[in-house]
C-alpha cells in the first residue's frame, strides 16, 4: 500500500522566516492534496497537484510536485503566526480513496 | 461553500457505552468517509461510503460500524467504546472518490 511521509514533523519557526514542509510518496503520485489544519479543527484545503512539474500559489504559500522524485513540497515565504498549525499532504494513489501523511505540526513565534 | 457538520465538537463517554457520531453534508456529495487523527499517526480512514446504503471498510474499521440511510448523512457507529477509541474524528465528503475532500470540524471523543 501507498505510504505519505511528511518532514519535518515538527517545526518552530520565527515570524518572518521562510520554510519548507515536504511529503514524499513510496509509489507513483497521481495527484496531491496539501491541507491545513488549526489545533482542533477540522482539515482546510490549500491546494491541488496533478501534474509533474506543477507549482501553485496561495497568498504566501507556495507548493510543487516533483513526480519523477515522487514528492512534493510546500514552501511559506515570510512566515506568521497565522500560518501556525498543522500540514497535511493527501495522495490519490490511483486507487478509490486519498490517503495522508502523518502531518508537519508548525509553530511560528513572534 | 460545501457544508459538512458533525453533530458534536467535544464528546464525553463510559466504556461500554454505545456512541454514534453524525455528519451530514449539503453539497450532493456521493462519497462520505470517516477518519481517525491520533498523534504520530496521522488520519486513518475507519469507513467510507460511495452511495446511500453502501459502505466500506478503510483502514481500521474494527470496533466501528457506519450507517448511510440518506445521502447527505453519514453516522459512525461505536458499539461498545474503549478506550482505545479515544481520539480526533472527522468526517469528510466528495463529490467523485478520490479527489478534494470537504472535512468537518471534527469531534474530539474521549472514552472514560
Known amino acids: 500500500s501507498q505510504e505519505l511521509e511528511q518532514s519535518p514533523q515538527s517545526l518552530i519557526v520565527q515570524e518572518g522566516k521562510n520554510l519548507t514542509i515536504n511529503c514524499t510518496s513510496s509509489?507513483?503520485?497521481?495527484?496531491l492534496y496539501w491541507y491545513k489544519q488549526k489545533y482542533g479543527e477540522g482539515l482546510i484545503f490549500l491546494m491541488m497537484?496533478?501534474?509533474?512539474?506543477e507549482e501553485k500559489s496561495h497568498e504566501k504559500i507556495t507548493a510543487k510536485l516533483d513526480e519523477k522524485k515522487q514528492q512534493s513540497s510546500l514552501h511559506i515565504t515570510a512566515s506568521q503566526p497565522s500560518h501556525a498549525g498543522i500540514y497535511l499532504c493527501?495522495?490519490?494513489?490511483?486507487?478509490?480513496?486519498?490517503?495522508f501523511g502523518t502531518g508537519t505540526r508548525l509553530q511560528v513565534f513572534p | 461553500d460545501v457544508k459538512v457538520t458533525q453533530s458534536s465538537r467535544y464528546l464525553v463517554k463510559r466504556t461500554g457505552e454505545k456512541v454514534f457520531l453524525e455528519c451530514v453534508q449539503d453539497?450532493?456529495?456521493?462519497?462520505m468517509f470517516w477518519y481517525r487523527q491520533d498523534p504520530g499517526l496521522g488520519l486513518r480512514l475507519i469507513y467510507f461510503?460511495?452511495?446511500?446504503?453502501?459502505?466500506e471498510k478503510g483502514d481500521i474499521p474494527e470496533g466501528y460500524s457506519v450507517s448511510r440511510e440518506k445521502k447527505e448523512r453519514f453516522s459512525l457507529i461505536l458499539e461498545s467504546a474503549s478506550t482505545n477509541q479515544t481520539s480526533m474524528y472527522l468526517c469528510?465528503?466528495?463529490?467523485?472518490?478520490?479527489?478534494?475532500?470537504?472535512f468537518g470540524s471534527g469531534t474530539q471523543l474521549s472514552v472514560l
Open positions: 497537484l496533478q501534474k509533474g512539474g
Open positions: 453539497m450532493d456529495h456521493e462519497n
Open positions: 461510503s460511495y452511495d446511500v446504503k453502501m459502505k
Open positions: 509509489k507513483t503520485l497521481y495527484g
Open positions: 469528510a465528503s466528495s463529490f467523485f472518490a478520490n479527489e478534494k475532500l470537504f
Open positions: 493527501g495522495a490519490d494513489g490511483n486507487t478509490d480513496k486519498l490517503i
